[in-house]
């Protein structure tokens, strides 16, 4: 049996909250709306390379990471719903 995996966005807000970062910091500090930034942590928002890569950069960690995240919280999404 598979962990439940969680969207990118909790993740995402955990990281600030453990620099002590809002929201709106961060949008302004990588240069992303702050409807991205919001829409992303509800897991309404797209990533996509361009907005791993700056999320990445703030963070210093890769954008693979955070895609690599959000590709496999879309995979097991996906089985749970196959499976109902």
Known sequence: MVAELFPVGE?????LAA???????????????????SGIMSGE???????ATKIGQA???SAGLWLGL???????QGTQSANE
């Open 45 to 51: 928002g797209e990533l996509t390379e361009q907005v």
């Open 70 to 76: 959000h590709h496999d919280y879309l995979a097991w």
């Open 11 to 15: 993740f995402l807000a955990e990281e």
């Open 19 to 37: 620099r002590g970062w809002l929201a709106e910091e961060f949008a302004r500090f990588t240069g992303l709306s702050m409807e991205l930034v």
């Open 59 to 61: 963070l210093g960690m």
